[in-house]
């Protein structure tokens, strides 16, 4: 009430001000919260004698997770995750990610089941709850060898997973579940996942085709990312044929003419089909051809040309570069490379890594650390073209994490940065005569921080192994980020990388 009053008071202390309006937004989040809780009970009343809801741990796009107590019969109070679905989710995905859980989870740093409830339309899983840090909170006091042991044991989920044909197709700090102090781990959320074509999860062998319609169609309403058309699906009488199906697209994909991170030009952006794809392509009626082939203009045939299909799922600044370019046959290795974007945020701080809004500037970032010719040649391996008109060199990952993290310059860079400088300031070859064109302000921003007065911070403290990060470190994330999805390194083979010689499978 206090606060309330002091709120109307003319001669406020700004800092009261915010404090009031943080107090209040956080009183309206609560009130939500609690009501959320009672529309849970009152959907599954089965909750009600079991449960007892404690708050909202995790509010996604497809489900809301809450922390609960059961009450056991032995007197003792277990917690509990319980994630409720939203009620639109089609049934055959929620079926997968259950059935996800019960065969591969429960071992192996792979979350498990205890139960599920069902109302109507309302599903509820009931998970073991693993209280869990904040990747963000903790990426900066992370000592060396922690990271080596989380790298460890994301593996070994991945493992398990993938043995039994799952491709998760969101690894991320978020669905990685970490307790630091007990040294717990759990890969959770199956929520996107799809199988191998030889996968043992019955679910996912039927959720894979029915995922992918529904995939494509909500993509397509809701965001054209690439701008990308397909030639050979392009009217309503096209039938999906095996023929079709087997015919290899090549697409072209202009990356540098991208709203890159570029100060002086914004360019427009590109995406054409290849011209002697179409040409290839079966259903391409030939009164279609178009001349906008490798021109900067995309022509209003190719405008109403609908998109590729190809499962597009997850976050973009962890997206494998055959997920980006649309690959429609995808692998296990999709995981690996998001592993590996992980692994580049523990080793150089930064998280996220990648912070883009689409696919094609999450490509030209890959651009920026794994080279422009680098990624047109693996992309070639799967069957697109992509146009760079920028050469980007590659970088060498030990010189960029250790500039990022700052362990090889005398400066500490505060905890506020973390999260706000991402790939946009990776700072390219940081020595400013050979910076590319295509930075943003940001860049500047961490090259100031680098020749500023931080430099006088550096203590002598527990470098916390930072200082003598092994060659074989950056030897496995080189191999989790082979822009090659056929030559990336596996799970089973990561773990027997001589990074982890000394560890216990
Ligand atoms: P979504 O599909 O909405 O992302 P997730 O399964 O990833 O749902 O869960 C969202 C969040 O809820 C996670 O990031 C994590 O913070 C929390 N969470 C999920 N499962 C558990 C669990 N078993 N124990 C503790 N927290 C969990
Ligand atoms: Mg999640
Ligand atoms: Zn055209």
Redesign the pocket.
């Known amino acids: 009430m206090e606060t309330v009053l002091k709120s109307h008071c003319d001669e406020q202390h700004p800092h009261e001000a915010e404090d009031f309006h943080r107090k209040h937004e956080q009183n309206n989040k609560l009130s939500g919260i609690k009501k959320d809780i009672e529309k849970l009970y009152e959907a599954v009343p089965q909750l009600v004698n079991v449960f007892k809801i404690k708050e909202k741990?995790?509010?996604?796009?497809?489900?809301?997770?809450y922390?609960a107590t059961a009450q056991l019969q032995t007197g003792y109070e277990e917690?509990?995750?319980l994630?409720h679905?939203i009620p639109t989710s089609h049934p055959l995905r929620i079926a997968a990610e259950l059935q996800c859980l019960t065969v591969a989870g429960g071992q192996d740093n792979v979350?498990g089941v205890k139960y599920c409830f069902r109302k109507n339309d309302h599903v509820v899983?009931v998970?073991?709850?693993?209280?869990?840090e904040s990747f963000l909170d903790i990426l900066n006091s992370l000592s060396f060898e922690e990271v080596r042991e989380y790298m460890f044991n994301l593996f070994k989920a991945l493992r398990r997973i993938h043995h039994f044909g799952i491709v998760h197709r969101?690894v991320k700090p978020?669905?990685f579940?970490y307790n630091r102090r007990l040294k717990e781990y759990?890969l959770?959320?199956?929520?996107?996942a799809q199988g191998t074509p030889d996968t043992k999860i019955e679910l996912l062998k039927t959720a894979q085709s029915e995922g992918q319609q529904e995939d494509s169609v909500h993509r397509s309403v809701q965001r054209s990312v690439f701008g990308e058309r397909n030639f050979n699906v392009s009217s309503s009488t096209y039938q999906e044929n095996s023929s079709t199906k087997l015919i290899k697209q090549s697409k072209m994909i202009d990356v540098s003419s991208r709203k890159l991170v570029t100060k002086k030009k914004i360019i427009s952006t590109k995406t054409v089909s290849n011209g002697v794809a179409r040409k290839a392509a079966s259903g391409c009626p030939s009164n279609l051809t178009c001349d906008c082939y490798a021109t900067d203009r995309v022509c209003s045939i190719c405008l109403s040309r609908r998109q590729q299909v190809a499962p597009r799922a997850g976050t973009p600044g962890f997206r494998a570069p055959e997920v980006l370019t649309k690959c429609p046959t995808q692998t296990t290795a999709i995981d690996m490379w998001s592993a590996g974007i992980v692994f580049l945020s523990l080793l150089s701080g930064r998280y996220p890594f990648y912070k883009a809004s689409d696919d094609l500037t999450a490509l030209a970032q890959i651009m920026t650390v794994r080279g422009s010719k680098e990624t047109i040649q693996a992309a070639k391996t799967f069957g697109k073209s992509v146009l760079c008109t920028q050469d980007v060199p590659a970088q060498n990952l030990r010189t960029l994490c250790e500039k990022l993290r700052g362990t090889n310059s005398s400066y500490t860079r505060s905890r506020g940065d973390t999260h706000t400088n991402s790939v946009n300031d990776l700072a390219l070859p940081v020595d400013k005569q050979h910076a590319p064109k295509t930075r943003g302000k940001e860049i500047q921003h961490l090259q100031s921080c680098q020749e500023g007065d931080g430099a006088l911070e550096i203590k002598a403290t527990d470098m916390k192994g930072w200082d003598q990060v092994p060659d074989d470190a950056y030897d496995l994330l080189d191999k989790l980020l082979d822009l090659n999805p056929a030559t990336r390194i596996t799970a089973k083979e990561a773990l027997l990388h001589p990074f982890f010689k000394d560890m216990r499978l």
Do not use: C
């Open positions: 741990i995790g509010e996604g796009t497809f489900s809301s997770v922390l917690k509990m995750a994630k679905l979350m899983i998970m073991p709850y693993l209280e869990h969101d978020s669905n579940l759990a959770v959320d199956f929520g996107l």
